[in-house]
């Protein structure tokens, strides 16, 4: 699963993204909504994506993070890749509201019950300083900006004793056929990248 991930704001390719859905949220006549959030970035927090409109061209926009829950529940932050097109609440969804999640890097919990403790891993793209996660989004009642959730896949082998989850993370052609007016799911997931480390937090080279 995917419960938080990192926005680095000295990033360059972060910041030019939150710039640019800063921008857009101006020309949608947003302008009381609170900065868009960089640093660690938590469930029902505003930040920037990348649509392709009309399936064209990309186009940077503030989200939010959760679809409400049900009954007033926790909200919905992750979709199951492998059965997201079978169910009501994402079929729809996945046909024509397709995003990209821009981060640095994203976290995750390994669980050591001897310990009676978990120890909270980055997870990262150690050939690149920023990672694309796959999602889809939709406009809730009641809301000024989109709501988005991150499909999850079957852990790649060298991070599966961390968790048995993990985003659904894209390289540069699968973020292409992503935002393009028709997409192969299956094919997305057998070319979704497997090459992911990760390392304790407070281990060296994380700052």
């Known amino acids: 699963?995917?419960?938080?991930?990192?926005?680095?704001?000295d990033d360059p390719e972060l910041r030019e993204h939150i710039l640019k859905a800063e921008e857009e949220s101006r020309q949608q006549g947003l302008f009381d909504l609170p900065p868009i959030k960089t640093g660690e970035i938590f469930p029902t927090e505003h930040v920037a994506l990348i649509v392709a409109k009309d399936f064209g061209q990309r186009r940077y926009q503030r989200m939010k993070w959760g679809f409400s829950g049900f009954d007033g529940k926790r909200p919905l932050i992750n979709a199951r890749s492998e059965t997201?097109?079978?169910?009501?609440?994402?079929?729809?969804?996945?046909?024509?509201?397709?995003?990209?999640?821009?981060?640095?890097?994203?976290?995750?919990?390994?669980?050591?019950p001897a310990l009676k403790q978990s120890?909270?891993?980055?997870?990262?793209?150690?050939?690149?300083?920023?990672?694309?996660?796959?999602?889809?989004?939709?406009?809730?009642?009641?809301?000024?900006?989109?709501?988005?959730?991150?499909?999850?896949?079957?852990?790649?082998?060298?991070?599966a004793g961390i968790h048995d989850r993990m985003p659904l993370i894209l390289g540069r052609e699968e973020q292409r056929a992503w935002l393009s007016k028709e997409v192969d799911i299956p094919a997305i997931l057998g070319r979704a990248m497997e090459d992911i480390m990760g390392m304790p937090e407070e281990e060296p080279g994380f700052q």
């Open 84 to 112: 997201v097109m079978d169910l009501p609440t994402f079929r729809d969804l996945v046909r024509e509201n397709r995003c990209l999640i821009p981060a640095s890097y994203y976290y995750e919990w390994m669980k050591r």
């Open 1 to 9: 699963m995917c419960g938080r991930f990192f926005v680095a704001v």
């Open 119 to 159: 120890i909270k891993n980055i997870m990262r793209d150690p050939k690149s300083t920023t990672l694309y996660m796959a999602g889809i989004y939709r406009q809730e009642p009641g809301e000024r900006v989109p709501s988005f959730v991150i499909l999850t896949r079957q852990a790649a082998r060298g991070i």
